[in-house]
């Protein structure tokens, strides 16, 4: 879903990647033209603040750290091609504004880049700019889909090394490869865009963007995006925080989810549709968070969690929450875990799924063959869960019940999974649809009544401790089913 770079620093410096599952101090010299509708450009040295229309010439050049190195797993790799090797990111980008430093006020600009490699908007050396009512556009394709998805090159609006824009009223368009809308990398970096119209066109091109520990705010922001690797909001290496409120975002393109997250991703009271590509997905130690949101994904599956190696997201927990709103799945499982250990925090949301699998856990194409599945927590909070829980023979899921949820499936229909544990409180009900097999099964009501069997067997592993209350017994349910030893 997108094209990613894992470096490896040698003696010669030779490079290798394994690409990921595709979608997601500075010095200037006087080189980069600078022109505007008004011919505003800035170069700024020190602390002050100007509202400046006359024209200069500025370019800016950064070199920051390359990712720490990591080995490629064992196994089938993803898909995507490698990326350009190197050990250090050297910023070579140009921009038709460019701003070092120093604190600016622009409204109603113009401004269109149309070179390769070139940004409209450029923000280092900790500036702080305010654009209103202003257009933008950009062509010129990248010369590096890496650079451009790692560190900004070729993006639109580009904060860098600590710096601050505040876009407001104003519109935003690309229609190059590589060419992301809004993006903050770097710590202390931060973009707050509001009432802004995004709408990008080519590959690689996401709308909202932040990675190595930017940060993007958005407040009533339209996106759309047409090209394959661009997701609406997306974080990609290094840890980006993006916070979106009131969004309408709608992805055409392969591999472009309406949110793609290798960072910390919180998006509520928005509308998010992907026609070419899932929902939401998270990659590695990093989470998404929406609150009475729609999410809607129409290709594979509804949300995916997983780890790729690729040197993107650190090794850890993966965790999508949400609470209200509704989550549709036209393809695929609502939820699909591979290669990592993940938690799925569910309040109050509606669940809608096509295939009649809720979530499914399982080896795929990342990480090492054979260690290589899914260990998923999760966790329902009055909620409605429709579908089957499914796993294969090594992977884990375990399913917390709670305050009224009420799960509509099978769980491990096949017997195929590692292990399977259900807890339910009491107010709490699983309606069996087909025969099903658990490793531990803990409820509150000793008397299973919260169990509606539909005449099918439900068979539990005598020899586990959690299920020491059960004492190894065949227990007849209300429906003509039972729960049984899966010795018997």
Same mark, same amino acid.
């Given at each position: ?21 595709? =979608? ?17 450009? +800035? ?97 010129? +394709? ?117 949110? =793609? ?33 729609? @999410? ?39 939820? =699909? ?20 699998? $809720? $979530? ?19 966790? +329902? ?56 097999? @658990? ?8 008397? @299973? ?10 068979? =539990? ?28």
């Amino acid at each position: 879903m997108k094209k990613k770079l894992n470096v490896m620093a040698t003696a010669v410096l030779l490079a290798s990647i394994t690409a990921s599952y595709a =979608y997601a101090s500075s010095s200037t010299d006087d080189t980069t033209e600078v022109s505007t509708s008004t011919s505003v450009a +800035a170069t700024q040295e020190d602390s002050s603040t100007t509202t400046s229309t006359d024209s200069t010439t500025t370019d800016t050049s950064a070199t920051v750290e390359a990712p720490p190195e990591g080995t490629p797993p064992d196994g089938e790799p993803p898909s995507g091609k490698p990326g350009e090797g190197s050990d250090s990111y050297t910023d070579n980008g140009t921009a038709k504004y460019t701003q070092s430093g120093k604190s600016v006020t622009l409204t109603k600009q113009t401004i269109a880049a149309d070179q390769a490699d070139q940004s409209i908007v450029k923000v280092t050396d900790s500036g702080k700019l305010t654009l209103t009512k202003s257009t933008l556009s950009k062509k010129g +394709a990248t010369s590096s889909d890496d650079y451009s998805n790692f560190y900004g090159l070729n993006a639109g609006v580009l904060a860098a090394s600590a710096s601050t824009i505040q876009l407001s009223d104003s519109t935003v368009k690309t229609d190059a490869d590589g060419a992301n809308a809004v993006f903050a990398t770097g710590e202390g970096s931060t973009i707050h865009v509001k009432d802004v119209t995004i709408q990008t066109s080519a590959n690689s091109s996401r709308g909202l963007d932040a990675t190595l520990k930017g940060t993007v705010n958005g407040t009533n922001v339209k996106i759309k995006t047409a090209g394959e690797h661009s997701a609406a909001i997306a974080t990609d290496r290094g840890n980006g925080t993006i916070n979106v409120t009131k969004a309408t975002g709608k992805t055409t393109g392969k591999g472009s989810p309406g949110i =793609y997250s290798t960072g910390t991703i919180t998006v509520s009271n928005s509308d998010l549709k992907a026609t070419g590509s899932e929902a939401a997905v998270i990659e590695g130690r990093n989470s998404i968070t929406v609150n009475n949101t729609s @999410l809607s994904g129409e290709v594979d599956r509804g949300v995916m969690l997983y780890q790729s190696f690729s040197g993107d997201a650190e090794v850890g927990t993966t965790v999508f929450t949400m609470n209200g709103g509704t989550l549709t799945a036209k393809a695929g499982p609502i939820f =699909y875990s591979t290669n990592t250990e993940a938690v799925v925090n569910l309040k109050g949301a509606t669940l809608k799924g096509n295939t009649g699998v $809720l $979530l499914n856990a399982a080896a795929d194409r990342w990480g090492t063959t054979g260690s290589n599945g899914a260990n998923v927590t999760l966790n +329902a909070d009055n909620q409605t869960l429709p579908g089957s829980i499914t796993a294969d023979k090594i992977s884990s899921i375990t399913a917390n019940l709670k305050n009224k949820t009420t799960l509509k499936g099978a769980i491990n229909p096949e017997n195929t999974a590692k292990s399977v544990d259900l807890t339910l409180d009491k107010t709490s009900k699983w309606i069996v649809t087909a025969d099903s097999y @658990l490793t531990t099964l803990t409820d509150s009501d000793a008397k @299973l009544s919260n169990i509606v069997d539909n005449g099918h067997t439900i068979y =539990y592993d005598a020899s586990a401790s959690a299920n020491s209350w059960l004492n190894g017994e065949t227990i007849s349910l209300s429906g003509g089913g039972k729960l049984t030893p899966v010795s018997n």
